[in-house]
């Protein structure tokens, strides 16, 4: 698989989101998954998953963003 978001395994995510859909073959089955990262337009922090579907990338880096909110109260 050729991928479009990392070079030598690095994000190339500057700021805000970006995805990838590619599938993956187990078995006799086909599943789409996507590669999802975010970067953090002020920390610069990076969060990147896969998961089956783009929602499910997207309602983990909303759960992400508020624990990371709450470290950044304290």
Known sequence: MTTRM???GVSTCMAG???EKFQIK???KVRTMYQYDYRDTLSGDLFSCVK???GE???LRDEWL???NK???L
Do not use: A, H, V
């Open 6 to 8: 990392t070079i030598n």
């Open 26 to 28: 187990i078995g006799r």
């Open 71 to 73: 470290e950044d109260r």
């Open 17 to 19: 989101e970006k995805y």
């Open 57 to 59: 990338c997207r309602q």
């Open 52 to 54: 089956s579907t783009l």
């Open 66 to 68: 508020k624990c990371k």
